[in-house]
């Protein structure tokens, strides 16, 4: 079985998601795993055994399903060419006309034709959906009872108000596609950033190729002002590269030989030449877009709510319309006619448009819109707790600072206490810190590199988490760890150095031991740099309103202060382990509800995961931070953390006011048309504008 994810045309709503799997599961060899109708797109699994992938494509073109290649526009076909649109522009010159001949004195059968066929013509595609949803998904649905009241209105000779109720009603299921089309705007902007053509460099040959083609390996060249086309290493050149399409980043970055490159990055001033290290269907952009897509189908529990409503809700309307209609007439001694038009009324007053629609079509807007600004948030339920955290816990190393620690200073006991000499001390740590892969350890080696000491042979490497690492040198074990790790663990009293490591941690550096379990021969002393826009950034979260800022670091109380006082800080916890920073995360959840965890998706993890909300920062071409963390900041930038709890709180403020909207719209056209003061046409233009503007509303989020 081969896993295809295919896009296709005219899937615009749950309605075209549905039939689509009902008719794709008649097919022998095709097993549907999922419909994303947000995104257009279906996942299956093929047996090409028993269907080709050709002959699929034929099938789902008949089914009115067309699978679109490479980048063809997926929105809805141009308005003159949409049957749909068709249809309803039809069904609005017929109700004219016949609103026309009625007005002129023409006989009633003439005005009869012109109205049915406006009725016929304009309701033919939501009366068949409303058909297919009763009769194989046993739904009633909004369609319905627009179908009932039309043919309601229509049987009781209020022709004109029937043929209106089909032509706006139409109008609004013909621009379905259009506003679908618009909400994906945002995620077909990514797929815009990359260019169609590569320039492939093959010995001598320089080759043009479409992107989709390039392999990993592949050597291409990009030119000044060019897009990148894939993610990859340069290998020959020099040149600042604007990362903003990609992770925000309002300052371009430097890149030479042997840095990353981004797909969708522009290239700078200088060419470079880069060799591919993600195919194009596994680069950053392409990840993105297709995280953002399904993202887009994880519904918030406010979304689920109001689908589980809408599923009991639309039956009751219908069924409170018949009651409407028969208890006064029958019961009551009422006028029949009256309170059937009143039915007809409440039916298409009390229709959930605008309340359905007002939640996935914000949302979606607004998750596009976040990844376009380098804010990937992976789904509904996400963004909804964004918008709830009073609490943000921050890791210290790559977050708060630039992760990037330099040594400092170096003190030795001496000589005469058994301590090696400089030379041999920097050597002999940096044996040890080449296996590892831990920021002080490659700040170590860059030092250790910048003095020209070469690394000492070390032999039997192993981490200690949380503390440091040790290894054989000379038929002895050494140790480089934290100064606690010394004096608990080792039962070293680190004579001759007590004082300094004090001076030094007192100082805001982290300092590390290097030495057997006998006797400490050095300290080592290193800082990081807080970021340049941490202080903002912290100002700002505190401007939002968040109660506490907590940073988690494994670092020793007196460095971790420091960097706290800095940063602008308001509760340090140091000398954490991992597991501790996840028992604090759930301590910090217990007391006050809803807490965001801020750290590099992979050391951090668990914590990551016991938070209210794990955010990974500097995601761009991380594949650890992108599928652990529930929302990923592509660049190395808390403000980006501000950006998405604002965006988050937008959008839950445009989800209250289109449901605070839309209940308002639907308890006055109820009771307007309960007490007979309503109207069909009322009710129908009330309808349609409260759906119309809920709608604007809802785009609104596309804006950044």
């Known amino acids: 079985m081969k896993q295809l994810d295919l896009r296709v045309g005219n899937l615009d709503c749950e309605n075209d998601a549905a039939k689509l799997q009902r008719e794709l599961g008649k097919i022998s060899g095709v097993e549907v795993i ?21 002959n699929l494509s034929d099938s789902l073109e008949d089914l009115g399903f067309p699978v679109v290649r490479g980048r063809e526009e997926m929105g809805p076909p141009p308005l003159l060419k949409n049957p749909k649109v068709l249809a309803s522009l039809a069904s609005g010159i017929l109700l004219g006309l016949g609103w026309g001949l009625s007005s002129l004195g023409a006989p009633r059968s003439v005005a009869f034709v012109s109205y049915a066929l406006s009725v016929l013509i304009g309701g033919f595609f939501f009366a068949k959906e409303a058909l297919e949803e009763l009769i194989h998904e046993r739904k009633v649905g909004i369609e319905l009872l627009m179908s009932v009241a039309a043919i309601a209105s229509f049987a009781m000779g209020e022709m004109a108000e029937a043929s209106m109720l089909v032509f706006l009603y139409s109008i609004s299921e013909a621009l379905e596609g259009y506003t679908e089309a618009k909400t994906r705007s945002a995620v077909r902007a990514l797929m815009d950033l990359t260019p169609k053509l590569a320039l492939v460099k093959k010995g001598d040959l320089e080759t043009e190729i479409p992107v989709e083609d390039l392999s990993v390996g592949d050597i291409f060249i990009v030119k000044p002002g060019q897009a990148i086309p894939t993610d990859g290493q340069v290998i020959i050149g020099h040149s600042s590269v604007n990362q903003a399409p990609v ?11 042997g840095q990353i490159v981004f797909a969708g990055s ?25 995280m953002v897509e399904e993202a887009q189908e994880r519904k918030g529990k406010s979304q689920r709510f109001i689908e589980r409503f809408g599923a009991w809700y639309s039956p009751i309307v219908l069924c409170l319309g018949i009651l409407i209609a028969v208890v006064p007439t029958f019961f009551l001694n009422g006028e029949g006619v009256n309170w059937l038009t009143r039915a007809v009324v409440f039916i298409v007053a009390a229709a959930p448009c605008a309340l359905v629609i007002s939640i996935p079509i914000t949302l ?44 400092i200073e170096i003190a030795l006991v001496g000589k005469e206490n058994g301590a090696p000499s400089e030379e041999e001390f920097l050597s002999v740590a940096a044996g040890i810190e080449q296996r590892s892969q831990h920021p002080l350890a490659q700040a170590i080696l860059r030092f250790a590199e910048a003095k020209k000491i070469r690394a000492a042979k070390v032999e039997s490497f192993q981490s200690l988490t949380g503390a440091g690492a040790h290894a054989s040198y000379q038929g002895e074990t050494v140790y480089i760890a934290k100064p606690e790790f010394f004096q608990k663990d080792l039962k070293n009293s680190l004579s001759g150095l007590s004082e300094q490591i004090i001076r030094l941690q007192g100082s805001g550096n982290t300092v590390v031991v290097l030495g057997t379990e006998k006797a400490a021969w050095g300290a080592i002393a ?23 800022i907590v940073m988690l670091t494994g670092d020793n109380e007196l460095a971790a202060q420091a960097i706290g006082r800095e940063a602008g800080i308001d509760e340090i916890c140091a000398n954490l382990k991992p597991e501790d920073k996840a028992v604090l995360v759930r301590k910090l959840s217990e007391r006050y509800g809803h807490v965001a965890m801020v750290g590099d998706g992979v050391n951090d993890a668990p914590a990551l995961a016991e938070a209210s909300v794990g955010i990974a920062m500097g995601a761009a071409g991380t594949d650890v931070a992108l599928e652990t963390a529930d929302v990923a900041l592509m660049a190395d930038d808390l403000e980006k953390l501000v950006y998405a709890l604002k965006l988050s709180r937008r959008n839950q403020r445009t989800i209250q006011q289109n449901l605070a909207l839309s209940v308002f719209v639907i308890g006055i056209l109820v009771v307007g048309a309960v007490s007979g003061k309503f109207s069909l046409p009322v009710a129908v233009v009330g309808h349609e504008l409260s759906e119309l503007v809920v709608i604007m509303s809802g785009l609104r989020m596309l804006r950044s």
Do not use: M, Y
């Not at 947000?38 to 080709?52: N, P, T």
């Not at 060419?271 to 392409?286: C, D, G, Q």
């Not at 941490?534 to 309103?545: D, E, F, K, Y």
């Open 34 to 54: 999922q419909v994303f109708p947000s995104a257009a797109k279906v996942r299956i699994s093929l047996d090409e055994d028993k269907i080709s992938q050709a």
């Open 247 to 257: 992770t925000g980043e309002s300052v371009p970055v430097e890149k030479s030989a």
């Open 266 to 290: 522009i290239n700078g001033e200088g060419s470079l030449e880069v060799r591919a290290t993600k195919a194009f269907s596994e680069n950053t952009i392409s990840r993105i877009i297709q």
């Open 364 to 407: 979606v807007a607004a998750l596009g819109t976040g990844a376009r600004n380098g804010v990937l948030i992976k789904g509904g339920a996400f963004l909804e707790e964004l918008a709830k955290v009073s609490v943000v816990a921050l890791d210290k190393t790559g977050t708060i600072t630039l992760g990037q620690p330099e040594v």
């Open 526 to 548: 290193i800082r990081d740099r807080v970021r340049p826009n941490v202080t903002r950034a912290i100002q700002a979260l505190h401007a939002l309103g968040i109660k506490k």
